[in-house]
């Protein structure tokens, strides 16, 4: 009668996991990040009012990317381009999160009255799902904080959200958030990847002649 054929090996020990990078994530309309899951995934920020369990409605100080009517038109499904409203918000100060702009409260030395002046827009806000959307899009590295608005098409003045930053301070550097500068990156990736895929289509159709 035959021996029995050997047993295979044992399978070999899995790779060790990579570490994880501590790179500044890139902050798309795509991002998937619930708000209730952002705000616990948050760190704790003792300066900072809690927010709302539901997210808020109402007038939004938009003060980087969210300025881009385009953007927000996509990210939040609208039939056509929002209008924005020009504003400023005072006593903040704005400073750089990888090419994100960080808002924060101006303190100590920084902090004057009806000084640090920040430059925006403001969107309203008409449904907790498009707060939700906004919150998603922010990421856990900010949080919708109330702030006081001023328009600067008037005199008027308004109670709103904008977000603030609440993530790792190591992460921060000192920098000017240029919206024109950064549409215009997007326009270069945009028109990169035109190039890059028309490149593919001509060779496809040269092998196919060959």
Known sequence: MPAPPPSPPPPPPLP?????????????????????????????????PHSPAIPPTGPYFCYGTLMDPSLLQGLLNLPTLPMLRPARIVEYTV??????????????????DGANVVMGTVFEVES?????????????????????????DGEEEAEGWTFMYVGNLGDVSEGV???????????EDEEED????????????AGGGT
């Open 177 to 187: 958030f240029d919206l024109g500068k950064w549409l215009g990156e997007e326009e």
């Open 194 to 205: 035109e190039a890059e895929e028309e490149e593919a289509g001509g060779e496809m159709i």
């Open 16 to 48: 060790p996991q990579a570490p994880k990078s501590s790179q500044t994530p890139l902050k798309t309309s795509s991002t998937i990040s619930p708000f209730i899951q952002s705000l616990q995934e948050a760190p704790p920020a003792s300066n900072l």
């Open 95 to 112: 400073k750089l999160w990888g090419p994100y702009p960080a808002l924060f409260r101006a303190e100590g030395e920084n902090a004057v």
């Open 128 to 152: 907790v799902e498009q707060a939700e959307r906004l919150a998603e899009y922010e990421t856990g590295a900010y949080r919708a904080c109330p702030c006081r608005i001023l328009y600067a």
